[in-house]
Structures are given as C-alpha cells and as structure tokens.
T-cell receptor, first 112, second 114 residues
Framework: TQLLEQSPQFLSIQEGENLTVYCNSS?????LQWYRQEPGEGPVLLVT?????EVKKLKRLTFQFGDARKDSSLHITAAQPGDTGLYLC????????????FGTGTRLQVTL | DTGVSQNPRHKITKRGQNVTFRCDPI?????LYWYRQTLGQGPEFLTY????????KSRLLSDRFSAERPKGSFSTLEIQRTEQGDSAMYLC????????????FGSGTQLSVL
C-alpha cells in the first residue's frame, strides 16, 4: 500500500509570511498532484509534477518533485488569507494508475 | 460546462435507513470516481467507472454500498442499512481518460448518520 504523509498537519500564519508544506512517501510515484480544498467543497487540482527534480510555479506557489520521485513540497511566498484551505498531495496507485492515493493533508490558515 | 454536480449537498439520516446520492459528471468525461472523506483526512478511493463499466471497487466498499452508472452519464451511490461510521463527505470526480488524467471533483454530499 502506498502512503503519503504530509507535514505539518496544521499551520497558522500571518499574511505576508512564507511557508513550506511537505509530502513524503517510501514509495516511488510516477507523478504527484497537489490539490486545495476549501470547507464544504471538493478538492481543486493545482498542479501535477511528473519528472524527478521538476519545479513548477503557479503565481506565489512553487511545487517541487523530489529527484527520487518519493516526495514533493509546496512553497507559498507572501501568503494571503485567500490561501487558507486544506492542501492535499495525491499520487496514482501503481496497482491501478487510474485511482489516486491522497495524503493526510495540511490545513493552512492565513490571518490578517 | 457546469462542472461536476452532486446532490444532495447534505443528508441527515437515522441509522438503518437507506440513502442514495447522485453525481452528474462533466458531460464529455468518460471516467467517474467516488471517494469518501472523513474529517481531518484526505479522500479515500471507493470505486470508479469507465463509461458504464465499474472497473474497480475498494475493499472499503462493503456489501452495503452499491454504485451504478447505467448509461455512462450520471452515477448513483447507495448505502443500505446506514451505520454511524458511514458519516462522511462523499465526493464524486470525473475525468477524461488520457495520458495526464485530471480529476474534477464535485462539492460532495455530506452524510450524517444519527
């Protein structure tokens, strides 16, 4: 069974601060996805990383896939209240590539 | 394109009752997934369809759960003889089969079993 562990579980920061969220596994993933989920809503895909060592930027968000494709990180620069939400990493299950294994999630709160 | 639609948004039921949820995927998407999410956890895979064929079911899906996608369009998830442990958010997602498959999630149905 492939597991994805995320850290930290909770993060409360003030507007303007930087933060990094981690997603780790003992298994190799062909790709990893990052989602953001707001309360009462479904997850929304932010990015997919595919190549080991890949870095993708989405405005103030920087995503990195580990060289060994076992881990990933999400860095947010100058956080804003609109960044508040549950951040989830997810990877395809090697047994069935069509279904995703989700991480445990990092709940981020950004206050003024 | 109105996205993935799920109904109802909320359902409160008594233990032992049956409930049914509906998911309308994005119209051209041929894959449809059901996930379950409990508070403080990431979504867990339940089952998925490609067109009308149910291709995989998780071991989490007991025999009280059944899902259908009769015409390869909308899907229903039924839970019979609900238990308090079934309380969760039930999420539906759809996608178009391809090299870089992207899942689009609905807003979910929040089930509370009293």
């Amino acid at each position: 069974t492939q597991l994805l562990e995320q850290s930290p579980q909770f993060l409360s920061i003030q507007e303007g601060e930087n933060l990094t969220v981690y997603c780790n596994s003992s298994s190799v993933f062909s790709s990893l996805q990052w989602y953001r989920q707001e309360p009462g809503e479904g997850p929304v895909l932010l990015v997919t990383v595919v190549t080991g060592g890949e870095v993708k930027k989405l405005k103030r968000l920087t995503f990195q896939f580990g060289d060994a494709r076992k881990d990933s990180s999400l860095h947010i620069t100058a956080a804003q209240p609109g960044d508040t939400g549950l951040y989830l990493c997810a990877g395809p299950n090697t047994g069935t590539a069509s279904k995703l294994t989700f991480g445990t999630g990092t709940r981020l709160q950004v206050t003024l | 394109d109105t996205g993935v639609s799920q109904n109802p948004r909320h359902k409160i039921t008594k233990r032992g009752q049956n409930v049914t949820f509906r998911c309308d995927p994005i119209s051209e998407h041929n894959r449809l997934y059901w996930y379950r999410q409990t508070l403080g956890q990431g979504p867990e895979f339940l089952t998925y369809f490609q067109n009308e064929a149910q291709l995989e079911k998780s071991r989490l899906l007991s025999d009280r759960f059944s899902a259908e996608r009769p015409k390869g369009s909308f899907s229903t998830l039924e839970i019979q003889r609900t238990e308090q442990g079934d309380s969760a958010m039930y999420l539906c997602a759809s996608s178009l089969l391809g090299l870089r498959e992207k899942l689009f999630f609905g807003s979910g149905t929040q089930l509370s079993v009293l």
